[in-house]
């Protein structure tokens, strides 16, 4: 079903709400200000039990860090391209992820639910495989499956194999994969890589200097988990969209397969708008700083938005536990829903 709507003019809204050098100043310099005293009572209380609320604190800061860095990679968190650029760089380093992330996450925008896409890309970047997949496996490769895709096990481990790990070195394999798919060279991609490695190298020997090192490495993880837990319930509900190429657009891939997620007042500044994944994938070019304003005045003058799945946080928890999609019931479903099949 496509959604079609005339009681709202996008561009106007667009042209309201897109980027601004003033918005994107008073969002940076709050959470500038916020996350250098963040940054002093992780250092002050370092050895103090209170560490068990300043690690919280600065991986939650360290979240809307990311989604500062996300913006840019989109060039939407300011009008300027080269400054989006270096900020993208700067922001990289707290949250251990390298600006060639934007390669990544450019396709994905334009494959979301496709899953039968130009690009050959996965239709949902945290789904491996459908349960007709699962059900081909060999016992022993299945086994392996249950274990490593076990929700618990899965948002656990692979967030640091990711962050740790992939962001180090990862979009080498993926240029080798992909091929003129990524207009970036090789060269380009090399360069990135290395100056990214190398600032986040000298950023964790500043946290030595200063014996929060460990701290640290508790707090991106801690971050990177709730990053992948907001990711998966980005795309990761029922009903989903999930169709083939012929059916596959653009806006319902917004409007249809990227959730509203309802995220408590006093955590909102923490996830920085991305909440408001609907519109975020109808126009990327809108920054976090704004999509609340945007929802709220389409809200208020159409019914655009009426059948954008919403998520509660209790719906998000029960949601990380979808681990494969049944094109059979044309939704995502839990290993234990097909555990009887494969028996």
């Known amino acids: 079903m496509s959604i079609t709507n005339t009681q709202i003019n996008e561009s106007e809204l667009y042209t309201k709400y897109k980027s601004s050098y003033q918005g994107a100043f008073i969002d940076l310099s709050v959470h500038t200000v916020i996350s250098i005293n963040a940054f002093y009572l992780l250092w002050y209380f370092r050895y103090s039990l209170l560490s068990v609320f300043t690690i ?18 989109h060039n939407s968190y300011t ?30 925008h334009l494959t979301s639910g496709n899953r039968k896409n130009v690009y050959n890309y996965k239709y949902n970047e945290l ?13 022993i490769v299945r086994n392996i499956y249950n274990i490593v895709y076990n929700y618990k096990v899965y948002f656990s481990v692979i967030p640091l194999i990711y962050f740790f790990i992939f962001q180090r070195f990862g979009y080498f394999m993926k240029k080798i994969k992909y091929g003129d798919k990524i207009k970036e060279t090789m060269l380009y991609i090399v ?3 290395l100056m990214n490695n190398v600032s986040i190298f ?3 020997l500043c946290l030595q200097h200063y014996n929060i090192l460990l701290h640290y490495i508790i707090v991106t993880y801690i971050s990177s988990i709730l990053g992948f837990i907001l990711f998966q319930n980005q795309h990761t509900f029922n009903p989903s969209y999930v ?20 995220i408590p007042e006093y ?4 996830v920085g708008g991305i909440e408001y994944h609907h519109i975020h994938h109808i126009n990327s070019k809108i920054p976090g700083y704004n999509l609340r304003k945007y929802h709220e005045e389409v809200v208020a003058t159409s019914n655009l938005f ?27 479903i839990r290993l234990d829903e097909v555990s009887k099949k494969s028996d």
Request: net charge neutral; proline share 4%; with cysteine.
């Open 306 to 332: 009426d059948n954008v799945v919403k998520l509660s946080i209790y719906d998000c928890f029960e949601n990380i536990k979808l681990r494969l999609f049944s094109e059979e019931k044309n939704r995502y």
């Open 79 to 108: 009008p300027n391209r080269k400054l989006n650029y270096v900020l993208a760089y700067i922001t990289g380093i707290p949250t251990l992820i390298s600006p060639l992330w934007g390669i990544d996450h450019s396709i994905h």
């Open 243 to 262: 169709v083939d190429n012929a059916a596959w657009n653009f806006k319902d891939s917004g409007l249809l397969g990227s959730s509203f997620i309802q």
């Open 56 to 73: 919280p604190l600065m991986s939650l800061l360290t979240l809307k860090t990311f989604i500062i860095f996300h913006d840019c990679c």
């Open 267 to 270: 955590l909102k500044y923490f």
């Open 191 to 193: 360069m990135n890589h």
């Open 127 to 139: 789904i491996e495989y459908t349960e007709a997949e699962y059900l081909s496996m060999k016992p």
């Open 202 to 204: 000298l950023f964790a």
